[in-house]
Nanobody, 118 residues
Framework: QVQLVESGGGLVQPGGSLRLSCAASGNIFSINFMSWHRQAPGKEREVVAFIGSDGSTKYVESVKGRFTFSRDNAKNTVYLQMNSLKPDDTAIYYC????????????WGQGTQVTVSS
């Protein structure tokens, strides 16, 4: 089994920064694929960014140039550095891990609230 624990959310003014962390524990495979998702009130959950085991990343257009996804494999921890935050970034942010054959083992964290408001 795998557990994911997010941290780092909070209230920040527009233009500010936050860094989210997601610590994974349990049976973590060396090859895995992690991502951050977010869900704003009244909206569906959407993917924000992906990172592979090799550190390669992809971002949705709305966060490109503002968010940076990184990982520390030795600590089984990933980070989402969020800069130039906007009110539209307000959401619950969830960490996701996929591993196994066909990446069919999927795990979610409990989520951390990010609120961007003046």
């Amino acid at each position: 089994q795998v557990q994911l624990v997010e941290s780092g959310g909070g209230l920040v003014q527009p233009g500010g920064s936050l860094r989210l962390s997601c610590a994974a524990s349990g049976n973590i495979f060396s090859i895995n694929f992690m991502s951050w998702h977010r869900q704003a009130p009244g909206k569906e959950r959407e993917v924000v960014a992906f990172i592979g085991s090799d550190g390669s990343t992809k971002y949705v257009e709305s966060v490109k140039g503002r968010f940076t996804f990184s990982r520390d494999n030795a600590k089984n921890t990933v980070y989402l550095q969020m800069n130039s935050l906007k009110p539209d970034d307000t959401a619950i942010y969830y960490c996701n891990l996929r591993q196994g054959l066909g990446l069919n083992r999927v795990y979610w964290g409990q989520g951390t609230q990010v609120t961007v408001s003046s």
